[in-house]
């Protein structure tokens, strides 16, 4: 039979195991991911991040552009897809 002062500090324990793991999902789930395009019109490169909502990237004819968003990427014209990578700010 545990005391209750074992069971708060086993519930306490539990409480910090949570709040640790759940900063360490919000810190994944915040990370920024750049992706690197590159126009195969006018072979202008341009960068995209998963973070900008709604807005459109393009490279300097006009012709391709994309909006890169969590879930899903919009593209116009023909950009292709050089490489991703993960930047700290
Ligand atoms: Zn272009």
Redesign the pocket.
């Known amino acids: 039979m545990k005391t209750q002062e074992e069971n708060e500090r086993e519930l306490l324990r539990k409480m910090i195991q949570a709040d640790e793991e759940s900063r360490l999902y919000d810190t994944i789930k915040t990370k920024k991911i750049f992706t690197l395009w590159q126009?195969e019109?006018?072979k202008?490169e341009f960068v995209t991040d998963n973070k900008s909502r709604y807005q459109m990237v393009g490279?300097?004819?006009?012709?391709?552009a994309v909006d890169d968003e969590e879930g899903y990427t919009r593209t116009i014209?023909k950009p292709k897809k050089l490489k991703t990578f993960n930047k700290d700010d």
């Open positions: 126009c019109i006018c202008d490279c300097k004819c006009g012709k391709s014209g």
